[in-house]
C-alpha cells in the first residue's frame, strides 16, 4: 500500500504522497499527479474500509485501462492530461450510451449537467463514473469541497466506495473480481486491468 498519511488534514492530502509518487512514477510511468490520487485513495480505504483491502495498484489497473490515467479520450492517446491540481483537460466524455455498438443504453440521469447530454449518459473523468454512480458515490478528495469527476483525486477516492460497496474483500480472488465487474463486467476488461494492476504492483509499466 501507500504510505501513512493524515487524510484529515485540511487541503490536497494527496501532496504529502509527492516523494513516493514520484519514485513510483519512475517505475511505472505512471503520472505523479495520478499516483498520487490513487495511493490517497489507498490510505483512504485503509482507514475507512479496512475489510475491503483495496490497494492503490488496483486502482491505477483501472485508470490504465479507462483513459490512461486521464490522457486518453477513447479516441487518442493524449487527447487530455492531468494538471497539476489533479483536473484532467480538456474534460474526458466518453460516447452517449444510447445501446448502439456494444454500448448500454443508459438515459439521461442528471440533466446534462456532468456530461452535457441531456438525452443519454456518458462516462466522464479519468476514471469514467457514469453520472448515476457518481450521484451515489461521488466525493470530494482534493479539499475543495467539490466532488468532481474530471478530478483524478475525488475520482479515485469515489471508486474506493464504488469497488468496496456491498462489503467487498478485494483480497480475495472473487471480491476482486467482483469489484472490477462493478466497473465493466467484460472478461476482457477484468483481464486487462488485472494484468495492469499486477505489473504496477512490481513496479512495472504494463506489458
Not at 494538471?83 to 448500454?104: E, K, N, Q, Y
Not at 441531456?118 to 454512480?133: K, N, T, W
Not at 468532481?148 to 476482486?176: K, M
Request: glycine residues 14%; proline residues 7%.
Amino acid at each position: 500500500g501507500a504510505p501513512a498519511i493524515d487524510v484529515h488534514a485540511p487541503g490536497r492530502t494527496a501532496l504529502q504522497l509527492r516523494d513516493w509518487a514520484e519514485g513510483q512514477s519512475e517505475l511505472t510511468g505512471i503520472p505523479v499527479e495520478a499516483l498520487m490520487a490513487y495511493g490517497n485513495a489507498d490510505v483512504i480505504a485503509r482507514g475507512s474500509r479496512p475489510q475491503c483491502h483495496l490497494q492503490w495498484n488496483t486502482l491505477a489497473g483501472l485508470g490504465y485501462v479507462e483513459t490512461r490515467h486521464g490522457t486518453y479520450d477513447g479516441v487518442t492517446f493524449g487527447a487530455a492530461e492531468l494538471g497539476d491540481d489533479g483536473v484532467v483537460r480538456p474534460p474526458i466524455v466518453g460516447p452517449a450510451l444510447d445501446g448502439s455498438a456494444g454500448f448500454a443504453e443508459i438515459r439521461d440521469t442528471d440533466g446534462g449537467r456532468l456530461d452535457g447530454d441531456p438525452e443519454y449518459d456518458r462516462a466522464v473523468g479519468p476514471l469514467q463514473f457514469i453520472p448515476e454512480s457518481w450521484a451515489r458515490y461521488g466525493i470530494d478528495a482534493s479539499g475543495d469541497d467539490v466532488a468532481d469527476p474530471q478530478n483524478i483525486e475525488d475520482a479515485a477516492a469515489s471508486a474506493v466506495r464504488l469497488l468496496c460497496a456491498d462489503g467487498r474483500d478485494l483480497a480475495t480472488p472473487e471480491g476482486w473480481t467482483d469489484a472490477v465487474a462493478s466497473y465493466n463486467r467484460s472478461g476482457v476488461y477484468i483481464g486487462d486491468v488485472h494484468d495492469a494492476a499486477a505489473h504496477y504492483a512490481v513496479g512495472q509499466p504494463p506489458s
